[in-house]
């Protein structure tokens, strides 16, 4: 399942997070790439060592917390290694699949994401393309907007011709490993939540939510 969440951030987070980041604190992206991947990866990510960079995850790891949207879709048991990309142009990020383990191994990546830090209007290509078996999804989101899509699958980032492209990507290991799973689930979620808000806690919503309840009892890990 792919899900987009339009304004994650308002402006005025999106200000906080896109106002300290310098261009000289970015580095070469190939150190946190697989041994693969770097091949294809040409891109520049903010350095661990700009004094800011963990109060801005901080703050991205907090929002994507709080909404409920996203805590539906992903039942995450932990967002980790966020990083924030600058692609100015001529960088690309050719076809990969992202690792299943990061952070030394301990922790599994099921779920990817990409937080649109600026404007599609600030550069031309640039696009996230998720390569399906019949089709390519091709994604520019407006800024403040979260595209969330299996790790499992292989995508790519398309050159940037012109511009800058700023985004936050990160991982997420979700309490639900199997994304067909998570999509039931996510759908009985909002299934039941729509008769609540119609109709409150009748006795459809109740057997919903018993379902609901009783899958996540039987398919988290
Ligand atoms: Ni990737």
Same mark, same amino acid.
Do not use: C
């Given at each position: 399942?792919? $899900? @987009?969440?339009?304004?994650?951030?308002?402006?005025?987070? !999106?200000?906080?997070?896109?106002?300290?980041? *310098?261009?000289?604190?970015? %580095?070469?992206?190939?150190?946190?790439?697989?041994?693969?991947? *770097?091949?294809?990866?040409?891109?520049?990510?903010?350095?661990?060592?700009?004094?800011?960079?963990? +109060?801005?995850?901080?703050?991205? #790891?907090?929002? $994507?917390?709080?909404?409920?949207?996203?805590?539906?879709?992903?039942?995450?048991?932990?967002?980790?290694? %966020? !990083?924030? @990309? /600058?692609?100015e142009?001529?960088?690309?990020?050719?076809?990969?699949?992202?690792?299943? $383990?990061?952070?030394? +191994?301990?922790? =599994?990546?099921?779920?990817?994401?990409? !937080?649109?830090?600026?404007?599609? @209007?600030?550069y031309?290509?640039?696009?996230?393309?998720? &390569? &399906?078996?019949?089709?390519?999804?091709?994604? *520019?989101?407006?800024?403040? @907007?979260?595209?969330?899509?299996?790790?499992?699958?292989?995508? /790519?980032?398309?050159?940037?011709?012109?511009g800058v492209r700023l985004?936050?990507?990160?991982?997420?290991?979700?309490?639900? /490993? +199997?994304?067909?799973?998570?999509?039931?689930?996510?759908?009985?979620?909002?299934?039941? =939540?729509?008769?609540?808000? #119609?109709?409150?806690?009748?006795?459809?919503?109740?057997?919903?939510?018993?379902?609901?309840?009783?899958?996540? /009892?039987?398919?988290?890990?």
């Open positions: 399942m792919l $899900l @987009s969440i339009p304004n994650l951030l308002s402006s005025e987070e !999106l200000d906080t997070i896109v106002t300290p980041l *310098k261009p000289e604190d970015f %580095i070469d992206g190939k150190k946190t790439a697989g041994w693969a991947a *770097k091949q294809v990866k040409q891109n520049t990510q903010l350095s661990t060592k700009a004094e800011y960079a963990q +109060d801005i995850k901080e703050k991205i #790891k907090v929002t $994507l917390k709080d909404n409920l949207t996203f805590q539906s879709a992903v039942k995450p048991k932990a967002i980790h290694s %966020i !990083l924030i @990309s /600058r692609y142009a001529g960088m690309s990020y050719g076809a990969h699949v992202d690792n299943a $383990l990061m952070s030394g +191994d301990s922790l =599994r990546a099921d779920v990817s994401l990409t !937080l649109f830090l600026n404007s599609p @209007s600030d031309e290509g640039g696009e996230l393309v998720i &390569e &399906e078996v019949s089709q390519n999804r091709l994604i *520019k989101l407006e800024a403040g @907007s979260v595209i969330i899509y299996p790790s499992s699958t292989l995508h /790519r980032i398309n050159p940037v011709k012109s985004v936050a990507v990160a991982w997420v290991q979700s309490l639900v /490993r +199997d994304p067909a799973k998570r999509e039931i689930l996510f759908d009985l979620d909002q299934a039941r =939540r729509s008769i609540f808000a #119609k109709d409150g806690k009748n006795t459809e919503f109740n057997w919903i939510t018993k379902s609901y309840t009783n899958l996540l /009892r039987r398919w988290t890990d």
